[in-house]
Nanobody, 123 residues
Framework: QAQLVESGGGLVQAGDSLRLSCAASGRTFSSYAMAWFRQAPGKEREFVAVINWSGTSTYYADSVKGRFTISRDNAKNTVCLQMNSLQPEDTAVYFC????????????????WGQGTQVTVSS
């Protein structure tokens, strides 16, 4: 059974950095586009970043561009999200998601989801 498991969340202060990881198992995700989404309290889940299957193409939400970096290691079946200069508005549950084929940024385009990891940024 395909599974995505996120890790690396935690409580940090504004300006700090965190690195989230997503470990894929149960199938080979090397041909999948992988993405990160987040959901803040009381808000809908929103797109953060996506990377294509080979890691040669990435796309970011404007709110995180220049601060966050998505990367992948297909040999290890992992996807990471490096988050720098974190702000309180980045507080959310962060989800890893995968889809076969081309990279997309819409939640409805992704069929595989992890359970999420909490990121809390204090001011």
């Amino acid at each position: 059974q395909a599974q995505l498991v996120e890790s690396g969340g935690g409580l940090v202060q504004a300006g700090d950095s965190l690195r989230l990881s997503c470990a894929a198992s149960g199938r080979t995700f090397s041909s999948y586009a992988m993405a990160w989404f987040r959901q803040a309290p009381g808000k809908e889940r929103e797109f953060v970043a996506v990377i294509n299957w080979s890691g040669t193409s990435t796309y970011y939400a404007d709110s995180v561009k220049g601060r966050f970096t998505i990367s992948r290691d297909n040999a290890k079946n992992t996807v990471c999200l490096q988050m720098n200069s974190l702000q309180p508005e980045d507080t959310a549950v962060y989800f890893c998601a995968g889809r076969p084929g081309v990279a997309r940024s819409r939640e409805v385009d992704f069929g595989f989801w992890g359970q999420g990891t909490q990121v809390t940024v204090s001011s």
